[in-house]
Protein backbone atom coordinates (compact mmCIF):
# COMPACT_ATOMS: atom_id res chain seq x y z
CA UNK A 1 0.00 0.00 0.00
CA UNK A 2 0.99 3.56 -1.04
CA UNK A 3 0.54 6.50 1.31
CA UNK A 4 0.43 10.03 0.38
CA UNK A 5 1.39 12.61 3.00
CA UNK A 6 1.13 16.40 2.17
CA UNK A 7 2.61 18.85 4.75
CA UNK A 8 1.69 22.93 4.65
CA UNK A 9 3.85 23.60 7.22
CA UNK A 10 6.97 22.65 8.96
CA UNK A 11 5.52 22.60 12.38
CA UNK A 12 3.17 19.74 10.87
CA UNK A 13 6.20 17.69 9.82
CA UNK A 14 8.06 18.62 13.62
CA UNK A 15 4.94 17.17 15.02
CA UNK A 16 4.46 14.55 12.96
CA UNK A 17 8.42 12.77 13.03
CA UNK A 18 8.26 13.30 17.03
CA UNK A 19 5.16 11.06 17.31
CA UNK A 20 6.33 8.03 14.74
CA UNK A 21 9.59 7.59 15.85
CA UNK A 22 10.20 4.97 13.80
CA UNK A 23 10.40 7.01 10.55
CA UNK A 24 13.25 9.18 11.59
CA UNK A 25 15.28 7.40 14.48
CA UNK A 26 16.63 9.83 17.72
CA UNK A 27 14.91 12.77 15.59
CA UNK A 28 14.85 16.32 17.26
CA UNK A 29 14.50 19.43 16.09
CA UNK A 30 17.91 20.60 17.09
CA UNK A 31 19.35 17.40 15.48
CA UNK A 32 18.13 18.30 11.71
CA UNK A 33 17.39 22.22 12.31
CA UNK A 34 19.63 23.21 8.71
CA UNK A 35 17.24 20.23 6.72
CA UNK A 36 14.31 21.42 8.52
CA UNK A 37 14.93 25.02 7.76
CA UNK A 38 15.60 23.79 4.24
CA UNK A 39 12.43 22.36 4.13
CA UNK A 40 10.66 25.52 5.69
CA UNK A 41 11.92 27.36 3.14
CA UNK A 42 10.61 25.09 0.28
CA UNK A 43 6.85 24.52 1.54
CA UNK A 44 6.87 28.31 1.68
CA UNK A 45 8.07 28.49 -2.27
CA UNK A 46 5.97 25.29 -3.02
CA UNK A 47 2.94 25.46 -1.16
CA UNK A 48 3.28 22.25 0.45
CA UNK A 49 5.47 19.09 1.06
CA UNK A 50 4.51 15.69 -0.79
CA UNK A 51 6.09 12.80 0.83
CA UNK A 52 4.58 8.94 0.01
CA UNK A 53 5.03 6.23 2.12
CA UNK A 54 4.94 2.25 2.02
CA UNK A 55 2.90 -0.37 4.33
CA UNK A 56 3.35 -3.76 4.76
CA UNK A 57 1.63 -6.35 6.33
CA UNK A 58 3.05 -9.61 6.91
CA UNK A 59 0.97 -12.47 8.87
CA UNK A 60 3.33 -15.26 10.33
CA UNK A 61 1.58 -18.25 11.94
CA UNK A 62 3.14 -20.68 14.07
CA UNK A 63 2.64 -24.70 12.55
CA UNK A 64 0.65 -26.64 14.29
Wanted: proline share 3%; aromatic share 10%; no cysteine.
Amino acid sequence: MRLRMEFHDIGAVVHYLRKVVWMVPGFTAERYADRLRALHELIGREGRFLAHGSRFLIEARKPA
